[in-house]
């Protein structure tokens, strides 16, 4: 058919957007169906951007109330208006969502709005959004999903938006709660339970595990959830929640010690439940068109995203790993590329993750607690913060950088930052070890003076026991 599409997107989130304009770039005459009514997906719509919009605007906040004293500067009178902050955060979402529209139509991909379903190899149908009116059908050469996923629901604890929310409700709420608990220490968790500790709740984390952002080095989760609790987070680690009941004047949170002992209740005004994510694929009619899932929803790949399925492909938070904005992008284009004929290639090892609390977290490669289950001789660089002039100058000096060396060839095999700018000081070790660089390639490079990115070279200095400045 010639109006046929070589490419139909479902889904126009990060996976979904990026491929689509990677595939339009190759030539390819390409669609993307989006349900939600703007493009851009969760992060654009519902997570990272909104949620760093407000990190940033708490920041400012905190920063007014207790910081600029410290640099000589008094400011009276300084006061949270919470509908301007939402207001400046709605716009930056829209701002952003409607400049992805602009780049579809730049790249001549057609926008379809509405739900898709697969219908069977290379046929698409669209419900409208609202429900209303007929299904369209798209044929196509090929079907990427690229549909996300959703919050996971805890049994016992239902989300209403209002009083129980999930990251999304958390990032509207009307008023700050006076008393709020956040189920879940994991990114969601610490980013915006941080966002309503600093316009003034009383946060509580309860968490099921021992450590806060399991996976993450271990050292680095200790000394997050150090500096957190001295900001004023509480942390309740160990616990189980039973039930969370919504009544008049507040939620009751039910809990229990995981490893036995005495129940007890938490009186507070919302509970935001962040206890990680799922893959989304509902109505998509995988079954009917023979595309296996796992026993957790994911849908399988292989190198090339190709499902079981010949022709349908799959990217982003719906085939798991790293549940990342950045991956999910990168896989679009790697997946659009193959489809197009050429190669493309991901190095999952290689994938910074960043949690935008304050000091922020960042981490690439192996932690210490892999590095010794996997029986490998590493060696370790670390550099205190509180050694570095620039931070000294900022007065934002908590954290360090910890680098992870392979024993005897130096190739740098992880980096661990709690820290300022620690996402952005992490991108220097991801280059690095994507071109296979060692600790002493870091060391050898001129860092300028005075910057926060020398905390980087003098851990990598560290890692053949000559750090300067420690
Ligand atoms: P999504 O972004 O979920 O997009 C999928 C899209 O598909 C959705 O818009 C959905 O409406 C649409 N869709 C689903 N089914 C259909 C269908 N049948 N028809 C049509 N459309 C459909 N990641 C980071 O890297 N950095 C961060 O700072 C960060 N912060 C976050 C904060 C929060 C609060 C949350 C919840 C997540 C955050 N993430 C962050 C994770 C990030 O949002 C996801 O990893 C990323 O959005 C995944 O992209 P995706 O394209 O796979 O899916
Ligand atoms: P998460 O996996 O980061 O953390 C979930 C936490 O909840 C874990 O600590 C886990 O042990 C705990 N938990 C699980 N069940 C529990 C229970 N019943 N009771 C108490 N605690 C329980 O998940 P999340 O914070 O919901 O985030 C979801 C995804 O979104 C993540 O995979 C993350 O990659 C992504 N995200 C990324 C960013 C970022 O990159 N800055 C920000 C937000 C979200």
Not at 368 to 374: A, M
Request: hydrophobic share 40%; aromatic share 4%; charged share 25%.
């Amino acid at each position: 058919m010639s109006d046929a599409y070589d490419l139909v997107v479902i889904g126009g989130g990060p996976g979904g957007y990026v491929a689509a304009i990677r595939a339009a770039q190759l030539g390819m005459k390409t669609a993307c169906v989006e349900g939600r009514g703007a493009l851009g997906g969760t992060c654009l719509n519902v997570g990272c951007i909104p949620s760093k919009a407000l990190l940033q605007s708490s920041h400012h906040l905190e920063m007014a109330e207790k910081e600029f004293s410290h640099h000589g500067i008094d400011v009276n009178g300084v006061k949270l208006n919470l509908k301007a902050m939402m207001e400046r955060k709605d716009k930056v979402v829209q701002s952003l969502t409607g400049g992805i529209e602009m780049l579809m139509k730049k790249n001549k991909i057609d926008y379809i709005k509405g739900w898709g379903r697969i219908e069977g190899a290379g046929k698409v149908s669209v419900k409208p959004a609202d429900g209303k009116g007929k299904a369209q059908m798209l044929e196509t050469a090929n079907i990427l999903i690229a549909t996300g996923s959703e919050v996971t629901p805890l049994p016992g604890v239902e989300i209403d938006e209002k009083r129980i929310v999930s990251s999304t409700g958390a990032l509207s709420l009307p008023k700050v709660p006076s008393r709020m608990a956040v189920i879940g220490a994991g990114v969601i968790g610490l980013e915006l339970g941080s966002v309503w500790r600093r316009l003034g709740s009383e946060v509580t984390v309860v968490e099921f595990l021992d450590v806060a952002l399991p996976g993450m080095d271990a050292e680095v989760s200790k000394q997050v959830q150090r500096i957190l609790t001295k900001q004023g987070l509480t942390f309740r680690m160990k616990t189980k929640v039973t039930g969370a009941k919504a009544g008049k004047d507040g939620v009751t949170l039910t809990m229990e010690p995981r490893d036995g002992g005495d129940a007890e209740a938490l009186k507070v005004d919302v509970v935001l439940v962040a206890i990680g994510r799922r893959p989304f694929t509902e109505g998509l009619g995988l079954k009917e068109a023979g595309v296996e899932v796992t026993d957790r929803g994911f849908i399988p790949v292989d190198a090339d995203y190709q499902t079981n399925v010949e022709g349908i492909y799959a990217i982003g938070d719906v085939i798991g790993g790293a549940m990342l904005a950045h991956k999910a992008e990168d896989e679009g284009v790697v997946c659009a590329e193959i489809m197009a004929g050429q190669t493309g290639h991901i190095d999952y090892g290689a994938i910074p993750g960043i949690v935008y609390t304050h000091p922020e977290i960042a981490a690439v490669g192996k932690t210490e607690e892999q590095l010794k289950k996997d029986g490998t001789a590493y060696k370790v660089g670390k550099f205190p913060f509180t050694a570095n002039s620039r931070a000294r100058c900022n007065a934002d000096a908590d954290g360090f950088v910890k680098i992870l060396a392979d024993a005897e060839t130096d190739k740098v095999l992880g980096c661990h930052i709690v820290g300022p700018q620690a996402g952005d000081l992490i991108q220097e070790v991801v280059n690095v070890m994507e071109f296979g660089g060692s600790a002493e390639d870091i060391a050898r490079i001129c860092h300028g003076h005075p910057g926060l990115p020398e905390s980087v070279k003098e851990a990598a200095l560290g890692v053949a026991g000559r750090a300067i400045h420690i």
